[in-house]
């Protein structure tokens, strides 16, 4: 079975700072990783993935997260927070061999203090 | 091209009610998959469709929730008797078929309310 541990249901920062949202999987086969943001009144998008090959994937809005086999971990990272990063992030992860099945994190809030 | 859609983005329904969610995916996407997000909880898997089959439905919590797609094209999920406890934002996404698989799209979720 697969499980995500979002370390932090809220996390704060204020605007130019460093963002760092932390996830970490359990997974006994091959992981695919996903980031998704889900803004206030709408619907889940896809902020980034890792299905393969590179372990740094960059996603949209300057974000970008690290596959590290070795901890279990896909952290996300912004090096300059906007105001208009202020939304709920989900990691999730699914199966490279079988079941596409999204399985997620908790959830982390995050706000952007002026 | 647009994106997968769900119908209604809310409904506020008495316990004992029966109430039908809908999603359209998007055009050409085999896949389609529902979620739900019970207030304070995380996102949860509840089942998905290949064409028109079934393949995994075993996040489904009960026999009141019955989902179909028929002809392969939207979706349906119907909870019959609605109770407390089903509250929540149901998702629906879908992804192709092929390389590109794992990567899902979202749709906005319809936000469901049991009184």
């Known amino acids: 079975a697969q499980s995500v541990t979002q370390l932090g249901s809220h996390v704060s920062v204020s605007e130019g700072a460093l963002v760092l949202l932390r996830c970490n999987y359990s997974s006994s086969v091959p992981p695919y990783l996903f980031w998704y943001v889900q803004y206030p009144n709408q619907g889940l998008q896809l902020l980034l993935k890792y299905t393969t090959g590179a372990t740094l994937v960059k996603g949209i809005n300057g974000f970008e997260a690290e596959f590290k086999k070795s901890e279990t971990s896909f952290h996300l990272t912004k090096p300059s927070a906007h105001m208009s990063d202020a939304a709920e992030y989900f990691c999730a992860v699914s199966d490279q061999w079988g079941a596409q099945k999204l399985v997620f994190g908790q959830g982390t809030r995050l706000t952007i203090n002026p | 091209e647009a994106g997968v859609t769900q119908f209604p983005s809310h409904s506020v329904i008495e316990k004992g009610q029966t109430v039908t969610l809908r999603c359209d995916p998007i055009?050409?996407?085999?896949?389609l998959y529902w979620y739900r997000r019970v207030m304070g909880k995380e996102i949860k898997f509840l089942l998905h469709?290949?064409?028109?089959?079934?393949?995994?439905e075993s996040g489904m919590p009960n026999n009141r929730f019955l989902a179909e797609r028929t002809g392969g094209t939207y979706s349906t999920l119907k909870v019959q008797p609605a109770e407390l406890e089903d509250s929540g934002v149901y998702f629906c996404?879908?992804?192709?078929?092929?390389?590109?698989?794992?990567?899902?799209?979202f749709g906005p979720g319809t936000r469901l309310l049991v009184l």
């Open positions: 469709f290949v064409k028109e089959s079934k393949q995994d």
């Open positions: 055009s050409g996407h085999d896949n």
């Open positions: 996404a879908s992804s192709q078929d092929g390389v590109r698989r794992e990567t899902q799209y």
